[in-house]
């Protein structure tokens, strides 16, 4: 993992003695090992490590003191003998003795011995206790370097945002942006960063095609195919295929991506997309074939995966289908239905092959259920004005995600992704907001009090959020202070509905039913057909 220093370096190794002198009860080294110590560190200073060590070197024996043993540790680890700089750490990194500083170096010298998880270990450990920390950032990058995007982002973009200057954490959390599909944040972290920067530039081709723009992308990607370095090339080219194909220029994808697909399904679908938009469904069956044969046989292992099977599966299909293979297209476009039961492309593509297969009475079964996925979306408008939201606002779309996942049962899993908005978006009331409502439904009031304190606490002139308190305190059977926050709430805000309806239903409960009708009252004139409030002014009559 590239580093880059963040304080001054030998700062930073004076720094490491302090977490053991302030946090614990140590001693501070004698007089005479203390000077050892500034002469080490002068020496360092000046770019002399061997002198530097050779000083602390003698001092290395049974019961040297902790900061000369954390100092020589990191010494050795500037000057490239991480084994040893280990030996010196590892034991020091174990102790309550370890401040965020040494836990770092013991990181460090564990990923120059290859050594991902111990390291993972340490970091966290540097994390949790001083989570601004340069830690933070290691975390994230090593957490990238493994694919694991979203545990990256959530340290990477806060240090990014603290740390503008920092050019490798804000690219690596930009990438992280994209691939998660949080296009203005992406957007946010890239501003300033110059173009001149291959990674840069690809970042702000791929947003432009994610926005549908893809001649604006197209003309960032294009200089990148020439002279970007090489490890980029590839992705430049499954781009620059991506912008073509939006344009309707398939056969400059296909000369883009050909003989370069070797063992990448997401890149064979791209290549089979572009040959059967050419006109070529035999060159576009071949190149899923193999793919087909394998991945469309297991399960898949999330739901990114899920949605790529699906996705291939359709694509060899409807290749297939255009080569009158109907036994085949049968096969793969039931895969396709099972991956993905709410797609209406397999489903018409299964229909039709079943069709021209003489198995008309499953044909006629999979156009029912064509019938039933088309009446239970939304209009064509409807569709592109969500997914447009989808990408202006990716906080919303996870809130809305995870509340279903709460509402099929995976309150735990719902809660996480919640949790992970409020870390990313800690100034946006809504994750919060759905924080406490999930906790809710779920039954825990208790969770939900301790919640909602903290969500109070941060933005106390919220109404949504005081209303929330006092739903939670309603739950809790504490109808004074659930009355206090409802009356608060709608001081802030006087049409706040669900505050006017709560609380007309506790005052109703307390015999305040004047005061109650008055209150739904006024629901029904902001929002005359609101069946909750016609049914609860019924049953208080009119008198």
């Known amino acids: 993992m590239k580093k880059k ?49 050779a000083l602390l070197e003698p ?36 102790s309550e003795a370890a401040g965020p500083l040494i836990l770092q170096k013991a990181a460090s010298a564990a990923l120059a011995l290859n050594q991902a998880a111990k ?3 340490y970091l966290k450990l540097a994390v949790a206790k001083a989570p601004g920390s340069p830690a ?25 945002l603290a740390h503008p200057d920092d050019a490798e954490a804000r690219v690596s959390a930009a990438y992280d942006a994209v691939e998660l599909e949080r296009v203005p944040e992406a957007t ?9 920067n291959p990674r840069v530039r690809l970042l702000r081709g791929r947003l432009q095609l994610m926005q549908q723009k893809p001649r604006e992308g197209m003309a960032l990607l294009q200089p990148l195919l020439q002279s970007g370095p090489p490890e980029l090339n590839l992705s430049v080219r499954r781009y620059l295929a991506d912008g073509h194909l939006a344009v309707g220029e398939s056969k400059a994808a296909i000369e883009l991506l050909q003989g370069r697909v070797g063992d990448d399904p997401s890149l064979a679908v791209l290549l089979s ?38 996705t291939l599966a359709v694509e060899y299909g409807r290749a297939l289908v255009a080569s009158s293979k109907w036994p085949e297209a049968i096969s793969a476009l039931t895969r396709a239905t099972q991956l993905d039961p709410n797609g209406l492309q397999g489903w018409q593509l299964l229909g039709r092959a079943q069709l021209a297969a003489g198995q008309r009475e499953d044909a006629n079964k999979s156009m029912e259920r064509l019938r039933q996925v088309e009446s239970a979306q939304k209009s064509n408008t409807a569709r592109i004005n969500e997914e447009q939201r989808n990408v202006d606002d990716p906080t919303g779309r996870n809130l809305k995600a995870a509340m279903a996942m ?10 996480t992704a919640i949790r992970q908005e409020i870390k990313l978006q800690p100034k946006d009331p809504r994750p919060r ?74 005052l109703s409960s307390n015999g305040k039913k004047d005061e109650a009708r008055q209150l739904l009252q006024k629901v029904l004139e902001i929002r005359p057909d609101d069946p909750v409030a016609k049914a609860n002014l019924e049953k208080l009559g009119n008198t």
């Open 5 to 53: 220093h963040l304080l001054p370096p030998f700062l930073a190794l004076a720094l490491l003695t302090l977490p053991l002198l302030a946090q614990t009860k140590l001693a501070p080294p004698s007089p005479q090992v203390e000077k050892t110590i500034q002469s080490a560190l002068q020496k360092a200073q000046a770019g002399d490590l061997k002198g530097a060590i």
């Open 59 to 94: 001092l290395k024996k049974p019961g040297a003191h902790p900061a000369v043993l954390s100092l020589l540790g990191s010494l050795y680890l500037d000057a490239g003998r991480p084994k040893d700089a280990q030996a010196l750490l590892d034991p020091i990194a174990g």
């Open 119 to 121: 390291a993972e270990k």
């Open 136 to 160: 933070a950032r290691d975390l994230g990058l090593l957490l990238g370097s493994q694919g694991r995007l979203e545990e990256s982002y959530l340290q990477l973009r806060p240090w990014a």
């Open 188 to 196: 946010e972290l890239l501003q300033g960063l110059p173009d001149d």
């Open 273 to 310: 997309k572009a040959y059967y938009k050419d006109g070529d469904p035999t060159n576009a069956a071949a190149v899923l074939e193999p793919f087909a044969r394998n991945l469309l046989a297991g399960e898949p292992s999330s739901p990114a995966e899920r949605s790529l099977m699906a």
């Open 406 to 415: 709460a509402a099929g049962g995976h309150v735990d899993d719902a809660l």
């Open 433 to 506: 907001a759905a924080e406490i409502m999930t906790l809710l439904n779920a039954k825990r009031p208790q969770d939900a009090r301790q919640a909602i304190e903290g969500a109070v606490s941060a933005d106390p002139g919220n109404p949504d959020l005081l209303y929330l308190r006092g739903a939670v305190k309603m739950a809790q059977r504490d109808l004074p202070g659930a009355e206090q926050d409802f009356r608060q709430t709608l001081q802030i805000k006087p049409d706040h509905i669900a505050a006017l309806s709560d609380l007309a239903v506790l």
